[in-house]
T-cell receptor, first 112, second 114 residues
């Protein structure tokens, strides 16, 4: 089955850029997603990218997709303390059910 | 409400008891998903409902777990004879018919089995 891997922790200073990386195994994933989870809160969809795209930009967020290497990244420009959270990447499984396969999450710590 | 709601928000139970968790999806969403999130880990898929089709139960960890959904409305996840390893946050999500099939998540039910 599909596997999604992420680094577990990232610490940056406020105002710097953050880059969170993700690798996946299922090349048939049609959509790849980034979710944000703040303490005690549910998951919030940040952005997604369709598999025929290489890049998607949405305000401070930039998603890069390297299909050859099965590598996905999320760049947050001008990181703020409010960006401190756990970030999950997820891929749509190769079945037709639409279930998502999640990475284990990257904890982003933003220091003032 | 406009979002996915779940109840209860917290449930503490004794080992061996049955529990029932409820999910109200966004109105009009045809697909409903249950996931489990153990402490410090990512989400594990449990089960998926799409309209009147047979549900995808491939993620249910044991036969103690079952779920039902009536039409395109409320779903209940039942765990029988709970074990301590069932302690987790159980998340429900729903999605509509947009191309991206974006899943909207509820706040979750935190289950603690003593």
């Amino acid at each position: 089955g599909e596997d999604v891997e992420q680094s577990l922790f990232l610490s940056v200073r406020e105002g710097d850029s953050s880059v969170i990386n993700c690798t996946y195994t299922d090349s048939s994933s049609t959509y790849l997603y980034w979710y944000k989870q703040e303490p005690g809160a549910g998951l919030q969809l940040l952005t997604y990218i369709f598999s025929n795209m290489d890049m998607k930009q949405d305000q401070r967020l930039t998603v890069l997709l390297n299909k050859k290497d099965k590598h996905l990244s999320l760049r947050i420009a001008d990181t703020q303390t409010g960006d401190s959270a756990i970030y999950f990447c997820a891929g749509r499984g190769s079945s037709n059910t639409g279930k998502l396969i999640f990475g284990q999450g990257t904890t982003l710590q933003v220091k003032p | 409400g406009a979002g996915v709601s779940q109840s209860p928000s917290n449930k503490v139970t004794e080992k061996g008891k049955d529990v029932e968790l409820r999910c109200d999806p966004i109105s009009g969403h045809t697909a409903l998903y249950w996931y489990r999130q153990r402490l410090g880990q990512g989400l594990e898929f449990l089960i998926y409902f799409q309209g009147n089709s047979a549900p995808d139960k491939s993620g249910l960890p044991s036969d103690r777990f079952s779920a039902e959904r009536t039409g395109e409305s409320v779903s209940t996840l039942t765990i029988q004879r709970t074990q301590q390893e069932d302690s987790a946050v159980y998340l429900c999500a729903s999605s509509g018919t947009s191309g991206s099939q974006e899943q909207f998540f509820g706040p979750g039910t935190r289950l603690t089995v003593l």
